[in-house]
């Protein structure tokens, strides 16, 4: 299979804490990509890093990058209740038509 | 962001029977999109990568005549689940990029359930 790890497969935190998800992947990739998925509902994107990155922010998102190992990890700081959702990291595969090849996700729940 | 609309949300269908998924990209040409399924609490498993005006290319296992998809305009793909039977019940969802590469827009995901 091409999918990915993430870790943890669950996380459950209080409101304000930070979350960290951590994702590893096995192909060459262009970037990688975070998602955001509401029960039962499509993924919204939230940040992108590409290959050549370590390190990017956007708000209280921060995302970084080891190609070397082939891992990225999200952080969400001060979390709040509306947090809540399943987040999945996506490989943007080299070559050709570039695919997404999605992680298992970390479902994450804040408790208020 | 750019809007990608999937219909229906839901559809409840008998085996034997056929159901069209549509995927719309609203407000900007999609030259490919992708269709995926997602079982309960699993993650998205990319079925097949639909490009304008050519032949759908569909992963391994996935069964490309009870699977058709037409990618007939820059802003329409569709997903025909043929004979359908009560195992091909999921989570269907889409995504269109503006280009060959970068991020992706998926739509609001189909429901759907054969009895």
């Known amino acids: 299979s091409q999918q990915g790890e993430e870790d943890p497969q669950a996380l459950s935190i209080q409101e304000g804490e930070n979350a960290t998800m951590n994702c590893s992947y096995k192909t060459s990739i262009n970037n990688l990509q975070w998602y955001r998925q509401n029960s039962g509902r499509g993924l919204v994107h939230l940040i992108l890093i590409r290959s050549n990155e370590r390190e990017k922010h956007s708000g209280r998102l921060r995302v970084t990058l080891d190609t070397s190992k082939k891992s990225s990890s999200l952080l969400i700081t001060a979390s709040r209740a509306a947090d809540t959702a399943s987040y999945f990291c996506?490989?943007?595969?080299?070559?050709?038509?570039?695919?997404?090849?999605f992680g298992k996700g970390t479902k994450l729940t804040v408790n208020p | 962001g750019a809007v990608v609309s999937q219909h229906p949300s839901w559809v409840i269908c008998k085996s034997g029977t056929s159901v069209k998924i549509e995927c719309r990209s609203l407000?900007?040409?999609?030259?490919?999109m992708f269709w995926y399924r997602q079982f309960p609490k699993q993650s998205l498993m990319l079925m097949a990568t639909?490009?304008?005006?050519?032949?759908?290319?569909?992963e391994q296992g996935v069964e490309k005549d009870k699977f058709l998809i037409n990618h007939a305009s820059l802003t329409l793909s569709t997903l025909t689940v043929t004979s359908a039977h009560p195992e091909d019940s999921s989570f269907y969802i889409c995504?269109?990029?503006?280009?060959?590469?970068?991020?992706?827009?998926f739509g609001q995901g189909t429901r759907l359930t054969v009895v």
């Open positions: 996506a490989a943007a595969t080299q070559g050709g038509s570039e695919k997404l090849v």
């Open positions: 995504s269109a990029r503006l280009t060959g590469k970068g991020v992706a827009f």
């Open positions: 407000d900007f040409q999609a030259t490919t």
């Open positions: 639909s490009n304008e005006g050519s032949k759908a290319t569909y």
